[in-house]
T-cell receptor, first 115, second 110 residues
Framework: GAGVSQSPSNKVTEKGKDVELRCDPI?????LYWYRQSLGQGLEFLIY????????KSGLPSDRFSAERTGGSVSTLTIQRTQQEDSAVYLC?????????????FGPGTRLLVL | TQLLEQSPQFLSIQEGENLTVYCNSS?????LQWYRQEPGEGPVLLVT?????EVKKLKRLTFQFGDARKDSSLHITAAQPGDTGLYLC??????????FGAGTTVTVRA
């Protein structure tokens, strides 16, 4: 079956521009997560969606970052006025319910480079 | 966010040798997961350990969770080139939030 897909796979942008990153979770998975992976660092939690509950946005690094999940499926992570320190791999994951000890299935990531 | 430290940062060994990767924290986790990530791909879950002192084996991989549930190790016996990758540990902070270590890059030379 299809796994988690992300688009674009690579994105190069200029400082100050806005970018949108897309995630298509596994069909039927109600939980969706966004992470950021910078060079030499582990995955940094950004945001969590579960069904119709209010998202956990506690990991978003600044108000330039926002995310939506429409219809309980596709999610978009938006970074406004990009900065060079935003350069990283942005990973999306999904899981069945978002509960304890569930397996999170990761997409291949979007590699963002801000010039 | 609870911090997880992984060591070593890099490990390069010859095919057939053994290796151990460590994951340490000052915090207690309800469970700990190990992932492997290959270039251009997302992490893939290898194992979840839950009970202090637990040992899990997956073929040539042995995972151990410390008695106090603050540390873990991954041991690979007779490493093969296919074991090459970034190994990440992640501690479960709550029902859904994982705290990841920075990872150990393992290279197995043929």
């Amino acid at each position: 079956g299809a796994g988690v897909s992300q688009s674009p796979s690579n994105k190069v942008t200029e400082k100050g521009k806005d970018v949108e990153l897309r995630c298509d979770p596994i069909s039927g998975h109600t939980a969706l997560y966004w992470y950021r992976q910078s060079l030499g660092q582990g995955l940094e939690f950004l945001i969590y969606f579960q069904g119709n509950s209010a998202p956990d946005k506690s990991g978003l690094p600044s108000d330039r970052f926002s995310a939506e999940r429409t219809g309980g499926s596709v999610s978009t992570l938006t970074i406004q006025r990009t900065q060079q320190e935003d350069s990283a791999v942005y990973l999306c994951a999904s899981s069945l319910f978002g509960g304890r000890r569930e397996t999170q299935y990761f997409g291949p990531g979007t590699r963002l480079l801000v010039l | 966010t609870q911090l997880l430290e992984q060591s070593p940062q890099f490990l390069s060994i010859q095919e057939g040798e053994n290796l151990t990767v460590y994951c340490n924290s000052s915090s207690v986790f309800s469970s700990l997961q190990w992932y492997r990530q290959e270039p251009g791909e997302g992490p893939v879950l290898l194992v979840t350990v839950v009970t202090g002192g637990e040992v899990k084996k997956l073929k040539r991989l042995t995972f151990q969770f410390g008695d106090a549930r603050k540390d873990s190790s991954l041991h690979i016996t007779a490493a093969q080139p296919g074991d090459t990758g970034l190994y990440l540990c992640a501690g479960e902070e709550n029902d859904y939030k994982l705290s990841f270590g920075a990872g150990t890059t393992v290279t197995v030379r043929a």
